[in-house]
């Protein structure tokens, strides 16, 4: 599946997990995650949010890899407000947001103007240096000082 995705084959690596799903076949988080992540990279953030309802219909857990990539997706397809709310219900699936979450968060905060989301963000994480140069980006964006 990660091939396909690199190849920018995720058409083909949807049809095959969706064929898996119709069949007697059990796709596990892995094989969701790799086709989630050639959708995110082809900017296919619909599908992405649509492989992302598929883990409830197979009774699967995401996993920070699931949510961090669907964060992804919807900031680089200028989804802002999804990719943050996808950040605030990480607690809600039992997870803590990473390094990765923040940046993108924080890229997403950025993108909206959102200066004081950024904020919040670093208070409830525990930043590194990658993710306090997001939020001064954001907060400089919007002309916050």
């Keep these: ?22 069949g007697s076949s059990q ?3 892995i094989l969701y995650n790799s086709v989630l992540k050639a959708c995110e990279r082809a900017s296919q953030w619909e599908q992405v949010l649509a492989g992302l309802a598929g ?27 999804r990719a943050l709310l996808l ?3 990480l607690p809600s699936h039992g997870l803590s947001p990473d390094a990765v979450s923040c940046s993108i968060g924080l890229r997403a905060c950025e993108r909206g103007g959102r ?7 670093l ?20 002309q916050q000082w």
């Design 55 to 81: 883990f409830d219909m197979q009774q699967l857990q995401p996993d920070l890899v699931t949510l961090n990539t669907s964060i992804s997706a919807c900031e680089k397809g200028q989804q802002w407000r």
């Design 1 to 22: 599946m990660g091939a396909l995705g690199r190849a920018d084959l995720w058409p083909e690596a949807v049809s095959i997990l969706g064929a898996l799903c119709e």
């Design 115 to 121: 200066w004081d989301l950024a904020l919040k963000i």
């Design 123 to 142: 208070q409830i994480t525990r930043p590194d240096v990658v993710c306090v140069n997001g939020a001064i980006s954001a907060c400089g964006r919007s």
């Design 27 to 29: 796709p596990d988080t």
């Design 87 to 89: 950040l605030s219900e």
